[in-house]
């Protein structure tokens, strides 16, 4: 949704999210977007209000997606699962070869030296 800076402003912090001009119209006021969910934080302040886009403004941000929203979590957890799986994996790797080696240093012939004849 875009929002209109009140008269001299070009940018505002809500929530340690910023937000700057986007778009300056032709009689110089400036415009953003913003998520949905800061719409209200922001309208509250004295002097930011509800616009259609100016002239040449990019589109409006994408509405939020619920499913699409939890999927991505989803997703996440199953990567942060199978990363940890793979770690898991490659130690027990390192540790199987190194009870090869040690198995094959144990079954190899050894062999000693004995004095020479005289």
Same mark, same amino acid.
């Given at each position: 949704?875009? !929002?209109k800076f009140?008269? @001299?402003?070009?940018? !505002? ?8 001009? #986007? ?16 719409? @209200? ?35 996440? !957890?199953?990567?942060? @699962?199978?990363?940890? #799986? ?7 790797? !390192?540790?199987? #070869?190194n009870k ?7 079954s190899a ?10």
């Amino acid at each position: 949704m875009w !929002v209109k800076f009140p008269l @001299g402003t070009t940018a !505002v912090s809500i929530e340690q999210q910023q937000f700057v001009t #986007e778009v300056t119209g032709a009689d110089g006021s400036a415009y953003f977007r913003i998520p949905d969910h800061f719409a @209200g934080k922001i309208l509250s302040v004295p002097g930011f209000s509800l616009c259609n886009p100016p002239p040449g403004a990019p589109a409006d941000l994408p509405k939020a997606d619920p499913d699409r929203d939890n999927m991505i979590a989803k997703l996440s !957890v199953e990567v942060q @699962g199978l990363t940890k #799986e793979n770690t898991r994996l490659s130690s027990e790797i !390192v540790i199987l #070869e190194n009870k090869i080696k040690e198995l094959i240093s144990a079954s190899a012939p050894t062999l000693t030296s004995t004095p020479a004849k005289k």
